[in-house]
Nanobody
Framework: QVQLVESGGGLVQAGGSLRLSCAAF????????MGWFRQAPGKEREFVAA????????FYADSVKGRFTISRDNAKKTVYLQMNSLKPEDTAVYYC???????????????????WGQGTQVTVSS
């Protein structure tokens, strides 16, 4: 089992940047592929980005490609989401999640992930 704690959310103006962090506690962090999801009020939780534990391959939703970057530091047991050129439509609660799969073609599915953090609010003002 692994516990996940997100941080780094906040209020930022459109065009600004934020870096989210997700610290893992418990089992070996490197044993998990990691994902970031977000959920806006009244909407379903949606995929943002993922990184495989096998080779560090990264994947992004079309809506954030070129603006967001996911990375991981296994020594620090932390996954990051660097968010640049933020837009008001990026406003949501952002969640990190852990998937024990070595690699997975279903990295974009909520059901693929076994463990979730509590979320951190990101608000982008226009």
């Amino acid at each position: 089992q692994v516990q996940l704690v997100e941080s780094g959310g906040g209020l930022v103006q459109a065009g600004g940047s934020l870096r989210l962090s997700c610290a893992a506690f418990g089992r070996t962090f490197s044993s998990y592929s990691m994902g970031w999801f977000r959920q806006a009020p009244g909407k379903e939780r949606e995929f943002v980005a993922a990184i495989w534990r096998s080779d560090g391959s990264t994947f992004y939703a079309d809506s954030v490609k070129g603006r967001f970057t996911i990375s991981r530091d296994n020594a620090k047991k932390t996954v990051y989401l660097q968010m640049n050129s933020l837009k008001p439509e990026d406003t949501a609660v952002y969640y990190c999640a852990a998937d024990p799969a070595y690699y997975s073609g279903s990295y974009y599915r909520v059901e693929e992930y076994d463990y979730w953090g509590q979320g951190t609010q990101v608000t982008v003002s226009s």
